[in-house]
């Protein structure tokens, strides 16, 4: 089984950053995404980074801005976020599955694996 954590949502103002951290235990080398939910819309594919690290896939609201990586020697993934928007408020999920196989990277469905979400919010 894996359990992933998320940390590091806030309150932030326009144009400012954070950056968000998933740590995941139970197994390791795993693939992993970011997706986010904002009240009363669908989950939305955000970032998503292979096993190895060397490959990222990034949703066209945040390419430029927001940049997934992992460290897999800390088993942690993170999502760096910079020009936050308030279109960006939403709570964000990290999600994760085995590294097997082709798969759909930003569909939600092919994630087993979920954290529990971390909230950012960005002011105008």
């Known amino acids: 089984q894996v359990q992933l954590v998320e940390s590091g949502g806030g309150l932030v103002q326009a144009g400012g950053s954070l950056r968000l951290s998933c740590a995941a235990s139970?197994?390791?080398?795993?693939?992993m995404g970011w997706f986010r939910q904002a009240p009363g819309k669908e989950r939305e594919f955000v970032a998503a980074?292979?096993?190895?690290?060397?490959?990222?896939y990034y949703a066209d609201s945040v390419k430029g801005r927001f940049t997934i990586s992992r460290d897999n020697a800390k088993n942690t993934v993170y999502l760096q976020m910079n020009s936050l928007k308030p279109a960006d408020t939403a709570d964000y999920y990290c999600?994760?599955?085995?590294?097997?196989?082709?798969?759909?990277?930003?569909?939600?469905?092919?994630?087993?694996?979920w954290g529990q979400g971390t909230q950012v919010t960005v002011s105008s």
């Open positions: 980074i292979s096993g190895s690290g060397g490959i990222t």
């Open positions: 999600a994760a599955r085995p590294i097997s196989g082709s798969y759909r990277y930003a569909d939600s469905n092919e994630y087993p694996y």
């Open positions: 139970g197994r390791t080398m795993l693939r």
